[in-house]
């Protein structure tokens, strides 16, 4: 296969290792990581880039991303198959599963997470990570209006105070070493992040193999495939993402 990869370039590292070691041709354009505290601008961008390859000789897009505080939500294949992996955010996609995403957030919940490319992109010293925490205010009160679609507006209320105690009770930094870059020069910026804040630091292994079955091409169920004229719409459960149709595929 001829494959279109559009990635964050938080994950720099990562997807040029995958594509290293895959055996599908691929062109790659990587989109700059400022683009997640916008996520309408973040949208607008990968549709542009995801449009640009239908009119190219690829057989699929690929999107290194996840839901992305629904950066991704509502994304339209035209002509050919767009994949992206079932995730919230990338720290699934750097912990190599779902089910090791959930057990972490489980047992660790006030967690800000590191990785090399988070390191390498942080501007001032702090990486937005989950629900951002300067969303526009129309993203804001799209996400509560659909929130009250399906669950009522009580409920709604609730899920948005948990959003927000979420992001406001850090007490831990962990450094996920994939295994890539300067390893050492990572592990003693995110511990001394952590000393600086009174919190807690711990360092746990990351796991690449979202990232390198996206481009290897071996979707199963963990990846989301968009056939042509179908969108990408949020599940709000354990899929994440799953596809509407009715698009028209020439918009």
Known sequence: MKLKIIACDVLYRE???????????????????????????????LQEETDRAGEGDFDAVLLAYALCSRG?????????????????????LLLGSRARYSEEFGAHPGTYYYSAGWLEHRKDGEVRQGYISETEESETDARFREYCEKYGEDNA?????????????YNRIAF???????????RKTASGLAQDRGWQFAEIPGD????????????????????????????????????????????
């Open 176 to 186: 996920i070493d994939i295994g890539l870059g300067d390893v050492e020069s990572y």
């Open 72 to 92: 991704t939500a509502d994304l339209v294949a035209r002509r050919i198959p767009l994949v992206l992996p079932r995730a919230h955010d990338c720290i699934t």
């Open 15 to 45: 997807v040029c290792h995958a594509i290293a070691h895959s055996s599908h041709a691929s062109d790659v354009t990587f989109v700059p990581f400022g683009l997640h505290d916008t996520p309408s601008v973040l949208r607008e961008r």
């Open 208 to 251: 690449r193999r979202l990232i390198d079955r996206l481009i290897a091409g071996d979707w199963d169920d963990d990846f989301l495939v968009v056939q042509p004229g179908q969108r990408v719409v949020e599940a709000f459960d354990e899929r994440i993402v799953n596809t509407a149709g009715d698009v028209m595929s020439d918009e």
């Open 157 to 169: 209320r609730y899920l948005m105070e948990q959003e927000a105690q979420w992001m406001a009770h």
